[in-house]
C-alpha cells in the first residue's frame, strides 16, 4: 500500500495482460499492454490506452491495424521479448517469431492462445500521456484451448502499470 489511495484502488483492478501488435508497411511491432478492454458489443468495438510518445502509438495511428495478442498464463516467457521499447530495443522484432493476421497482416506472435484484429476507427486525444485508440473487430483465431480463467493476466506477473 502506499500513501495515495487512488493509485492503491487503481492498482486493484485485475487488469489482464497482452502483446498489441502493429504493422505500417513493411514496418511491424509488438508491445505490453495491459489498458484493453471491450467496448460495444454490436459493432464489436475495443479500447486500448497506448502512450503517445510509444512507437506502437506511431504504428498504430498511421497503419491503422492492431492485433491483440492473448497468452496462456503458462505461456508468459513468450511476451518477454517484447517488454522494452522500440526506442531501447530497436531489434526486438529482428527474432521474433510470428505468423501474419490474415486480414491485417500484424504479428500473431509464437506462443500466443488467441488473438483478435482490429482496424481502427477512432482516435482519441483524452488529454492524458496516453490516447485510447477505437479498434472495430474484424478477425479472430483460436490457437490454444482455454478460457478466460487460463488468460495471462498482470497479478500473475506481480507486475503493476496503474495508478
Ligand atoms: C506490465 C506492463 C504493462 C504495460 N501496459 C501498457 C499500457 O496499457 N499502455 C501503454 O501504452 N503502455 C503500456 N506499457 C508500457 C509499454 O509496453 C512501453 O511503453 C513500451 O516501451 C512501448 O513499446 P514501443 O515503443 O516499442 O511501442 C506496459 C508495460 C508493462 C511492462
Redesign the pocket.
Same mark, same amino acid.
Given at each position: 500500500m502506499s500513501d495515495d489511495p487512488i493509485k492503491d484502488v487503481l492498482r486493484r483492478l485485475p487488469y489482464g495482460?497482452y502483446s498489441i501488435t502493429s504493422r505500417m508497411d513493411d514496418e511491424i511491432?509488438a508491445?505490453? &499492454?495491459? $489498458?484493453?478492454s471491450q467496448i460495444s458489443f454490436e459493432p464489436q468495438l475495443v479500447a486500448?490506452?497506448?502512450?503517445k510518445t #510509444? !512507437? #506502437? !502509438?506511431k504504428l498504430i495511428s498511421l497503419g491503422k491495424v492492431f492485433i491483440v495478442n492473448v497468452f496462456n498464463k503458462k505461456e508468459v516467457g513468450a511476451i518477454k521479448p517484447f517488454? @522494452?521499447? *522500440? #526506442? @531501447?530495443s530497436p531489434d @526486438?522484432m529482428k527474432d521474433a517469431m510470428f505468423t501474419e493476421g490474415p486480414i491485417t497482416g500484424c504479428p500473431i506472435l509464437e506462443g500466443a492462445a488467441a488473438y483478435l484484429e482490429c482496424k481502427v476507427s477512432a482516435i482519441h486525444d483524452v488529454g492524458g500521456d *496516453?490516447n485510447i485508440i477505437v479498434g472495430e473487430v474484424v478477425g479472430a483465431g483460436r490457437i490454444k484451448p482455454g478460457d478466460a480463467k487460463d488468460s495471462l493476466t &498482470?497479478p500473475d &506477473?506481480g $507486475?503493476s !502499470?496503474a495508478g
Open positions: 495482460l511491432n508491445m505490453v &499492454l495491459n $489498458w484493453f486500448i490506452a497506448v502512450q #510509444s !512507437y #506502437s !502509438y517488454i @522494452k521499447g *522500440h #526506442s @531501447k @526486438k *496516453h &498482470l &506477473l $507486475w !502499470y
